[in-house]
């Protein structure tokens, strides 16, 4: 299976890459920026959370382990500020109770090194695809709720009817009109 990076140029998605071992993370800087994608690589969560935009498309290709804040605490940390950033977790050291917390915590994938290069980029790519589905549904929400702002309180009340599913006849009656 062949991996396709985003179509929309000019909105492509960003695959942060966190590890403290440097021939890790620019082994898959390599691996990633050969297949198209957009890379940022950072050597500690510290230094990704000074550059990250919650706004941003993208995943987080994360190593568990890392001295000072670790990669569940960066998890836990994004998740407190309601980030909705997919988290791929890759470890040489995980274990079933760490596995277990980060997908309790919502990580979308949990790997353990060594792994092959495709499977990583096949979880990469339903990670961006996810993130953008999340994305395009909140966009469709807030468009949706923004347009229920410009409704009259009579235009609610009979939208309101509609959705609980009484017909034109009905409200019609209930609501005194002609």
Excluded: W
Aim: charged share 25%; hydrophobic share 45%.
């Amino acid at each position: 299976m062949m991996v396709k990076p985003s179509e929309a140029a000019a909105a492509a998605p960003i695959v942060y890459v966190i590890d403290d071992d440097d021939g890790m993370r620019r082994a898959l800087s390599l691996l990633l920026s050969t297949v198209g994608y957009k890379t940022l690589a950072f050597a500690n969560p510290s230094d990704f959370l000074a550059q990250f935009h919650a706004d941003t498309h993208g995943c987080l290709v994360l190593d568990i382990r890392m001295p000072g804040m670790s990669g569940l605490e960066l998890q836990q940390h994004l998740n407190r500020t309601g980030s909705m950033l997919p988290v791929i977790f890759i470890t040489g050291h995980g274990d079933v109770p760490m596995a277990v917390q980060a997908m309790k915590e919502g990580a979308f994938e949990f790997i353990q090194k060594p792994f092959r290069d495709q499977d990583l980029l096949d979880r990469i790519n339903h990670a961006l695809q996810q993130d953008a589905e999340s994305r395009n549904n909140l966009a469709r929400r807030a468009d949706v709720l923004r347009r229920l702002e410009t409704l009259t309180p009579r235009e609610r009340q009979v939208m309101d009817m509609v959705v609980e599913g009484s017909t034109n006849k009905v409200i019609a009656i209930d609501l005194n009109l002609s």
